[in-house]
């Protein structure tokens, strides 16, 4: 067995393109992903119980299917129902509901370790429900789950891989591409989940140094 | 054209959905053998082997399953062995569980206090005994809530199996409605019986942990 790596660096434009699909699939996911989680898990722990139940609701079905159902079923099954996407903004979609999901669950475990009495001292000073959930409650319980947090953020990064299946033009695409051009499927891959490993260092590195910065303050 | 009534498609379904089933049995099992000879090399094998399987457990962690498996269906091909889906989805869920549990399990083992290590050590047992007497019996009961939740991930997993052809429930999903052109049904069915699967794992979980966490607190 001889290996040809060259073969598959030759088509380097190829990669570069996927690596930023998959970055910037990352970039949105991560940002609307996290407020959504926000939103649900502010909903699960204070909201009115319909919302409770709907937020919980949601939760559970993301969380027990496998993502690639969730995309397929965004891009294949929604246009039968009338709402046709396209391969990038079904993934964004599938992405986003995935990582609202599972952030949900990472936030609403900070929430509910915040002490009483900070929320008390908090009313106590006549601040607003609002300001006292995204000033007082918010920030310490993001700081508390970080970690699980860019644990997942970088699971997602990796699932999106699935999202060339629908023909989002992402990393995994790009070095299916090129194996279906040159015929080495094995290097092909080799490489691309070798960037992929980079990628999840890089970013966990970048999530670790952001969120004391932007999120929750030091 | 032939009509599909939701029964048709629901039992087809459902007939796939044992490969599931079976798939995922053949990763846990096969990862938690994998995982539990890996956990042992780690801790038994000195400052070498845990590096080695620390580095094992991160290329797992740190890459998508769906690479891990089209490296196993094109990388035992190089071995000039006929690969079949089951082959490679088989050794791909397996090593990717046993990656993840050996590091679950590491974890368990580690969150037993030094002192038992050391008391059994004082009193004269050998590794193996340690391990049986003492630390495995703390260990396994930390461990089963984390590693029954795990169990959701690998039955999700599975579903990756049908990008490389596995007929499982994902695969069939994808195949039927191509047939019926009604992928809303369909994939709806899916991800509704991929639910039913792992919803009750979940809960299981859930409650064991809080017995877990009980137990201890």
């Not at chain 1, 949601?58 to 996407?85: D, S």
């Not at chain 2, 890996?38 to 890459?63: D, H, I, P």
């Not at chain 2, 630390?135 to 999700?156: E, H, R």
Request: net charge positive.
């Amino acid at each position: 067995m001889e290996f040809d790596f060259g073969a598959v660096l030759v088509d380097w434009r190829l990669l570069a393109k996927g690596i930023a699909w998959t970055i910037g699939l990352t970039a949105i996911a991560t940002v609307i992903g996290l407020a959504l989680g926000v939103a649900c898990a502010w909903a699960r722990a204070h909201g009115p119980v319909w919302l409770r139940w709907i937020a919980g609701t949601y939760v559970e079905l993301i969380r027990n299917t496998p993502f690639i159902v969730q995309l397929f079923f965004i891009f294949f099954g929604l246009p039968a129902a009338g709402v046709k996407l396209s391969p990038e903004v079904a993934s964004i979609i599938a992405m986003v509901m995935n990582l609202g999901a599972y952030s949900t669950e990472i936030i609403r475990a900070g929430i509910e370790a915040t002490p009483k009495g900070q929320i008390e001292a908090a009313v106590s000073l006549a601040l607003s429900k609002a300001q006292v959930f995204l000033r007082v409650v918010l920030p310490p319980a993001l700081k508390k789950v970080w970690p699980a947090m860019v644990s997942q953020i970088v699971i997602v990064m990796l699932g999106s891989a699935v999202c060339g299946q629908i023909s989002t033009e992402e990393l995994s695409y790009a070095a299916n591409l090129i194996q279906s051009r040159n015929f080495r499927a094995f290097e092909s891959f080799i490489v691309a989940t070798l960037l992929y490993l980079a990628l999840a260092v890089a970013l966990r590195r970048l999530l670790n140094w952001a969120g004391p910065r932007f999120f929750f303050g030091r | 054209m032939v009509d599909f009534s939701l029964w048709d498609i629901l039992r087809n379904l459902l007939m796939a959905l044992r490969w599931t089933v079976v798939l995922s049995l053949i990763a846990f099992v096969g990862g938690g053998l994998v995982g539990g000879l890996l956990l042992f090399a780690r801790l038994r094998g000195g400052k070498a082997a845990a590096r080695a399987v620390g580095l094992y457990v991160q290329l797992f962690q740190g890459t998508p399953l769906l690479m891990q498996l089209f490296l196993a269906y094109f990388g035992i091909a190089l071995f000039g062995i006929d690969v079949s889906a089951w082959t490679a989805a088989s050794v791909a869920l397996t090593l990717y569980t046993s990656a993840f549990l050996t590091e679950i399990w590491r974890g368990c083992v580690a969150s037993i206090p030094k002192g038992q290590w050391e008391a059994s050590g004082s009193l004269a047992l050998s590794f193996a005994e340690q391990m049986r007497h003492v630390i495995l019996p703390q260990a396994v009961k930390i461990a089963i809530a984390p590693t029954v939740g795990f169990l959701v991930q690998v039955i999700k997993g599975t579903a990756l199996a049908s990008v490389i052809g596995f007929v499982e429930l994902t695969k069939a999903g994808s195949m039927i409605s191509n047939a019926t052109f009604q992928p809303f049904v369909v994939f709806s069915c899916v991800a509704l019986l991929y639910f039913v699967l792992c919803f009750p794992v979940s809960l299981y979980a859930k409650t064991l942990e809080r017995k877990t966490h009980g137990r201890r607190a």
